[in-house]
């Protein structure tokens, strides 16, 4: 069965650095579409990074700059670079795969745990 494993939440303080990572197992492919997502207290799940099978990213608006996704397919691991980290970067970030549509608003994929990232001031 395909696993999503997360990695690497933590607390830190504004303007510091995490890197989540996202190990998939299980996979008999590659899928076409992975992403970031964050859960803020009270708030619904959104869309943080995306990135497809050819390398091309979508950030949402408010971590451009920052935040960085990438892949590594040799070690079927999915990446969040996060710097410059904000109070209102703080929630549960959870990876998703086989996101449909490809996009930071999805109807349906398939999702891997949270893990929790507290930023304070």
């Known amino acids: 069965q395909a696993q999503l494993a997360v990695s690497g939440g933590g607390s830190v303080q504004a303007g510091g650095s995490l890197r989540l990572s996202c190990a998939t197992s299980?996979?008999?492919?590659?899928?076409?579409?992975m992403g970031w997502f964050i859960q803020g207290t009270g708030k619904e799940r959104e869309g943080v990074a995306i990135?497809?099978?050819?390398?091309?990213?979508n950030y949402t608006d408010s971590v451009k700059g920052r935040f960085t996704i990438s892949k590594d397919n040799a070690k079927n691991t999915l990446y969040l670079q996060m710097n410059s980290l904000k109070p209102e970067d703080t929630g549960m970030y959870y990876c998703?795969?086989?996101?449909?549509?490809?996009?930071?608003?999805?109807?349906?994929?398939?999702w891997g745990q949270g893990t929790q990232v507290t930023v304070s001031s």
């Open positions: 299980g996979y008999t492919y590659s899928s076409d579409c």
């Open positions: 990135i497809r099978r050819d390398g091309t990213t």
């Open positions: 998703a795969a086989d996101l449909l549509p490809c996009s930071l608003w999805i109807l349906t994929a398939h």
